[in-house]
């Protein structure tokens, strides 16, 4: 698609709030902020809904520690594709709050890994866990449809569960290693899922880093 076409995103989208989200992430780990409007909303979900969905294992690793999923994922985003301009549009989004942040608590983040994740109704989405460390300073989920409820907890039995509000048309910013620093990298699940749920979740993978 040229750059003439291509869809605007993100219209409604505010820098200082999004700033403002990063502040409450620097204090409680994960924070949330509306982004999308109706129209983005509807956008993104009819293409999301297009995709090619894989189930994810119902369960990583044994034992202690263990992860159960319950939701469906691909990480095939058409070239040119709404999804992706959506993509980039978040990261220009995240990058100009960061930029209003004295001190900005990590780099620029470019999200080299996009994947599109589907929740049917369930009362565990993922249980509690952590995103591999190799990826870096922030991970970001956009709610394209749908509504989930997200905690950030203690550790892997869920201890101390604090829930994160993310509704439809928010993106949600949750730390890893390097935002602002290197030994905070919480546990976090997502618990009942009440509508289907259509995510974009975006990562920075310190390996592509040049
Ligand atoms: O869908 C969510 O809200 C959380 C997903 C998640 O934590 C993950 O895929 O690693
Ligand atoms: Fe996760």
Redesign the pocket.
């Known amino acids: 698609m040229s750059e003439a076409t291509a869809p605007s995103l993100l219209r409604t989208a505010r820098i200082d709030d999004v700033a403002a989200c990063l502040r409450a992430v620097e204090r409680d780990d994960a924070a949330a902020v509306p982004v999308l409007d109706e129209r983005d909303k509807a956008a993104l979900a009819e293409a999301a809904a297009k995709l090619t969905y894989k189930r994810a294992k119902p369960q990583v690793n044994e034992g202690e520690k263990a992860v159960y999923q319950d939701f469906w994922l691909t990480r095939d985003i058409p070239a040119g594709s709404v999804l992706e301009h959506c993509r980039d549009a978040v990261e220009a989004l995240v990058n100009a709050a960061l930029r209003r942040l004295d001190p900005a608590p990590c780099p620029p983040v470019t999200f080299h890994e996009t994947v599109a994740?589907w929740y049917e109704p369930t009362t565990c989405?993922?249980s509690p866990h952590r995103?591999p460390k190799t990826f870096r300073y922030l991970v970001a989920?956009l709610v394209m449809r749908g509504d989930?409820d997200?905690y950030i907890v203690d550790d892997r039995r869920g201890s101390n569960p604090r829930h994160i509000p993310a509704p439809e048309g928010s993106l949600l910013l949750m730390r890893q290693p390097g935002f602002g620093a290197e030994d905070r990298h919480p546990f976090?699940t997502?618990r009942t899922v009440y509508s289907d749920r259509l995510?974009l979740?975006f990562r920075h993978d310190s390996r592509r880093d040049a």
């Open positions: 994740q989405g993922i995103d989920l989930g997200f976090h997502l995510i979740t």
